[in-house]
């Protein structure tokens, strides 16, 4: 069983209808009906952290669950939870240059595993108004970014299963979302 915390989005049960497409056999937990201890007794496989509302650090039990797991399974961070597991490895959070609710932007990604089959550059659909800044020596690379604004669309730990991904592969608005998010079913 993999882990979906709910952060209160619209798009949280598309992204597991998405991720099921996928292959992924998932439980969805809101972020704040859950404890930390609950969701380790679960014993899950992997960890989706989905979009939301606020920041990182209003968003339950998400930055603690990253805390415990990001050491022991993939974890998937859509949005908010790409933002807080970039807070997470010591990245700030920083206005994006403009609100991009409900944009699009063409974005261009390194050709990792994550972007198999995904043409260079591809259109993706953003909702959010903060994004990841100053990942210099960290322990992130940046593995996308937007074509328009230079934002960082998508993180990866050098060393641990942790990526991260701010805009929505699961929107129609997004080319290859669900190519994308079979990558990553199938990576670990």
């Not at 807080?84 to 010591?90: H, I, K, T």
């Not at 700030?92 to 198999?116: V, W």
């Not at 990866?156 to 669900?178: D, M, N, R």
Request: glycine share 8%; charged share 20%; net charge negative.
């Amino acid at each position: 069983m993999w882990a979906l915390i709910d952060n209160y989005d619209s798009f949280t049960y598309i992204l597991l209808h998405y991720l099921q497409q996928a292959g992924a056999d998932c439980e969805v937990y809101r972020n704040d009906e859950i404890t930390l201890q609950q969701l380790i007794d679960k014993n899950p496989e992997r960890l989706i952290i989905s979009p939301g509302p606020e920041t990182p650090l209003q968003a339950g039990i998400c930055m603690s669950a990253i805390g415990y797991f990001h050491n022991k399974l993939p974890i998937l961070g859509v949005c908010l939870g790409h933002q807080a597991l970039g807070m997470f490895y010591g990245a700030s959070l920083m206005q994006a240059p403009r609100p991009m609710h409900g944009k699009t932007s063409s974005i261009h990604h390194k050709g990792q595993p994550l972007f198999n089959g995904i043409p260079d550059p591809f259109t993706v659909m953003r909702y959010h108004s903060l994004v990841l800044d100053d990942m210099d020596g960290k322990e992130l690379e940046c593995i996308a970014s937007s074509k328009d604004d230079d934002c960082i669309m998508a993180i990866a730990h050098k060393k641990f299963p942790s990526i991260g991904v701010q805009f929505h592969p699961e929107s129609v608005g997004t080319e290859y979302g669900l190519q994308l998010l079979k990558n990553w079913v199938g990576m670990y």
